[in-house]
T-cell receptor, first 114, second 114 residues
Framework: KQEVTQIPAALSVPEGENLVLNCSFT??????LQWFRQDPGKGLTSLLLIQSSQREQTSGRLNASLDKSSGRSTLYIAASQPGDSATYLC?????????????FGPGTSLSVIP | EAQVTQNPRYLITVTGKKLTVTCSQNMNHEYMSWYRQDPGLGLRQIYY???????DKGDVPEGYKVSRKEKRNFPLILESPSPNQTSLYFC?????????????FGNGTRLTVT
């Protein structure tokens, strides 16, 4: 059974720091991995999607990597800003089911202090 | 503007009173799905739909029904709500069965069942 975990559960950093959020999954048979951002009371916004054949994706100050063999993905945020404060979720789509099962991690709550 | 629209945003009801949460997308996506988000349990898939008249169960379908009579709409029906269905609900859509393209989420419906 695929399980997705995220470390740390919460993170507080001063503005300007570079930071790394971690996502781990137990079964490497995935179709893709996505990183989302969730603001309080809001829906999820897709940040980056990495196909299983890819190693990384970049968008602005965000860089996500994928190591399928070790079951890990990292989200790197450069020069953090207070506006980056949110909960970050990773999700995998599993290959081993008859339907497109999306499995989310529990999230990392990020607070960037001005 | 491309979007997934859920209504209502907030709903308080009593046990046993049937309710429907609507979800509509304007992107002509084939794939739509419903999730619930609970503290400590994260996001879990309730139902999904590959296309019109094609729906199937996710991880936590008990107590819910769905229908997909039109491509753009995917309502979630609680025929006899119970307090354990108090949760934050999200609808999402995707053009390619969740694969290769990011999921687009609605802003959520916070349901309280007393």
């Amino acid at each position: 059974k695929q399980e997705v975990t995220q470390i740390p559960a919460a993170l507080s950093v001063p503005e300007g720091e570079n930071l790394v959020l971690n996502c781990s999954f137990t079964d490497s048979a995935i179709y893709n991995l996505q990183w989302f951002r969730q603001d309080p009371g809001k829906g999820l916004t897709s940040l980056l999607l990495i196909q299983s054949s890819q190693r990384e994706q970049t968008s602005g100050r965000l860089n996500a990597s994928l190591d399928k063999s070790s079951g890990r993905s990292t989200l790197y945020i450069a020069a953090s800003q207070p506006g980056d404060s949110a909960t970050y979720l990773c999700a995998v789509i599993s290959l081993k089911t008859s339907y497109d099962k999306v499995i989310f991690g529990p999230g990392t709550s990020l607070s960037v202090i001005p | 503007e491309a979007q997934v629209t859920q209504n209502p945003r907030y709903l308080i009801t009593v046990t046993g009173k049937k309710l429907t949460v609507t979800c509509s997308q304007n992107m002509n996506h084939e794939y739509m799905s419903w999730y619930r988000q609970d503290p400590g349990l994260g996001l879990r898939q309730i139902y999904y739909s590959m296309n019109v008249e094609v729906t199937d169960k996710g991880d936590v379908p008990e107590g819910y029904k769905v229908s997909r009579k039109e491509k753009r709409n995917f309502p979630l029906i609680l025929e006899s709500p119970s307090p354990n269905q108090t949760s934050l609900y999200f609808c999402a859509s995707n053009p390619n069965r969740g694969r290769g393209s990011p999921l687009h989420f609605g802003n959520g419906t916070r349901l309280t069942v007393t």
